[in-house]
């Protein structure tokens, strides 16, 4: 969302990219220890091969319907609706997911 509020000042665009690439670089070691510690070990592999599949899927997905959205919305509109998408995403994530000790399960 903030790429397409920047995008006419050329400095804070690289700036916001850069953020959103440091914060991007960390999704995949946080996943990875979450499911070290939370996930019940004979599923740890199932789960985070599910995980990475979803994710090429998601970016499958994202660049067959990008074109469509710039044709029809204009550029913007590719950052707004996937911005969108995430907070959306975020909402049954957080309320299921939280910080806490790890299950006896998961050992």
């Not at 914060?23 to 510690?37: K, M, Q, S, V």
């Not at 509109?77 to 000790?101: K, R």
Request: with cysteine; proline share 5%.
């Amino acid at each position: 969302i903030l790429t397409s509020l920047v995008a006419s000042n050329l400095i804070l665009l690289i700036a916001v990219r850069v953020l959103l690439g440091a914060a991007e670089g960390l999704t995949y070691p946080a996943i990875t220890e979450f499911i070290a510690h939370w996930g019940p070990v004979m599923e740890r592999t199932r789960i985070f091969t599910l995980m990475s599949s979803c994710n090429w899927l998601g970016l499958i997905v994202a660049y067959g319907l990008t074109p469509f959205i710039m044709e029809s919305l204009g550029w913007e509109a590719v950052f707004y609706i996937y911005g969108l998408v995430g907070f959306v995403w975020s909402v049954p994530y957080l309320s299921l997911i939280h910080i806490s000790e790890p299950t006896r399960q998961a050992e």
